[in-house]
């Protein structure tokens, strides 16, 4: 296209300069002659009489012309065939008196072109035979309206041969473009497709040229990537399972032991009752280890679900720390009863709560403080201790699954509802809350110690069902 209409602008500049060239030189060359022929015959101070005489003639030989013509010499002035004349440039009147060459220039009269031509009169002297300037200037003035005619016949022929190339030049890029973009809309939907998690999408492969390589590439790869992915499902799958089989099958012997270790702790004293009750810790915190573990592994396996109930949240956060901690552990900041209600799980919003309290006091200093506030379609908990903080490199892991900040404390806050680290409690107060459709948030209080902050919405329908 652009080739089309540049080679059209390319052929009608050499062709309107090719016209208005050979019609400028040739009415130089006859104004030359008719200037030469005259000249002779012209005295070397003419009077008016001379001037008029000599525009007259060369009016005369070339009386077909539309010619207009002026003869000066000094301030005398004489016009043929009449005194209308157009006035050339100073520049051109400049160029005239001191060059011995005709000059030209090129002018526009009421919307008509015109083509006016400076030209000196010579003699020859005498003595040795050199051509000198007379003072005689002679200025010719003619219309350029055919020129213009051929000019614009010569536009309108370009014109219709570059619409031609033109459409054809837009018909052929259509055609090579639509074999170019197919290829490429097909490869632009196929990946869309892929990354909309359909991994066994395809490309069609035709020809041999570089787009049918790529979509070969293209296939190859996503071939490689759905092996790859369903491999990772798989291993996922089986680890989940696993994890799920194994606390399933700890549940019972764990139950029995945490029964025998509590009987035995009461009644054996000593040394003998001083191990006990070590081994009495280890199980419980084996047991709720065991319990968290079937709880992520529900999570996993997409298995977990709300089951709502229309309560008063601060009532429920007052139960849950009262059930416990002692009043001077945790300092309760909650609105008035009824205030704020909501559909929520209790058993998972007990979690939450219990999980955040405990994590602050295993890692902050009493009292521990529970703010409970609605704001616009929201309820925001925050739980805020009296500890050192959360390093800055520890809060994006914050939440992660047994992430462990350093190994000089316990991990990095993840607790149970009792108060004893299994190094998930964390991740599940997560869980719960995202399943609750809230967010929640891990920061550094400007006066010290960390906050956590937990959004639940309070207008959510009872989408969840019996677990």
């Known amino acids: 296209m652009a080739s089309s209409l540049g080679t059209g602008a390319l052929a009608f500049r050499e062709a309107r300069t090719g016209v208005l060239q050979q019609s400028q030189d040739s009415v130089i060359n006859r104004f030359r002659a008719s200037v030469e022929a005259v000249a002779p015959a012209v005295p070397h101070a003419p009077a008016a009489s001379d001037l008029q005489w000599t525009v007259n003639q060369i009016i005369h030989d070339n009386r077909l012309s539309g010619w207009r013509v002026m003869a000066t010499y000094g301030d005398r002035r004489a016009y043929a065939p009449t005194p209308r004349f157009t006035q050339p440039s100073p520049e051109m009147l400049r160029s005239v008196r001191t060059r011995r060459a005709a000059v030209f220039q090129r002018v526009n009269v009421d919307g008509s072109p015109r083509l006016l031509v400076g030209m000196p009169m010579t003699y020859t002297a005498d003595e040795d035979q050199a051509q000198r300037l007379s003072g ?119 139950a029995a032991m945490t029964a025998v270790t509590d009987v035995l702790d ?119 201790d009296n500890g050192p903080g959360i390093a800055e490199e520890v809060l994006p892991h914050i939440f992660e699954r047994f992430y462990k900040a350093s190994t000089s404390r316990a991990r990095s806050g993840n607790g149970s509802g009792d108060g004893d680290s299994s190094g998930l409690g964390l991740a599940i107060t997560a869980e719960n809350v995202r399943l609750h459709g809230g967010r929640i948030h891990a920061a550094n209080h400007p006066g010290g110690g960390a906050v956590f902050t937990v959004e639940l919405p309070l207008d959510l329908d009872d989408e969840g069902g019996a677990e």
């Open 136 to 254: 005689v200037v002679m200025y010719l003035e003619v219309p350029q309206t055919a020129e213009e005619g051929y000019v614009e016949a010569m536009v309108s022929g370009i014109e219709r041969a570059t619409l031609v190339a033109l459409c054809l030049a837009v018909v052929l890029a259509l055609l090579a473009a639509s074999g170019v973009l197919r290829p490429v809309r097909a490869l632009r939907g196929a990946t869309r497709k892929m990354a909309a998690g359909r991994l066994d999408v395809r490309l069609k492969v035709t020809g041999s040229d570089e787009l049918a390589d790529l979509s070969r590439s293209f296939n190859e790869t996503a071939a490689e990537l759905e092996r790859t992915v369903a491999e990772l499902r798989r291993l996922e799958a089986r680890g989940r399972r696993f994890v799920a089989d194994v606390s399933h099958e700890l549940r019972t012997p764990l």
């Open 266 to 384: 009461q009644r054996v004293e000593g040394e003998t009752g001083e191990a006990l009750r070590l081994v009495s810790e280890g199980t419980q915190r084996l047991s709720v280890l065991v319990e968290d573990l079937m709880e992520i592994s529900r999570f996993d396996a997409g298995a977990a679900r709300l089951n709502r109930d229309d309560i008063d949240l601060a009532e429920s956060v007052r139960r849950t720390v009262a059930s416990r901690w002692r009043p001077e552990e945790v300092e309760l900041r909650l609105p008035a009863p009824g205030e704020l209600r909501a559909r929520v799980d209790p058993r998972r919003l007990d979690v939450v709560t219990a999980n955040l309290v405990g994590n602050a006091l295993r890692h902050g200093e009493p009292p521990v403080r529970v703010t409970l506030r609605g704001r616009e379609d929201r309820a925001v908990l925050e739980v805020t």
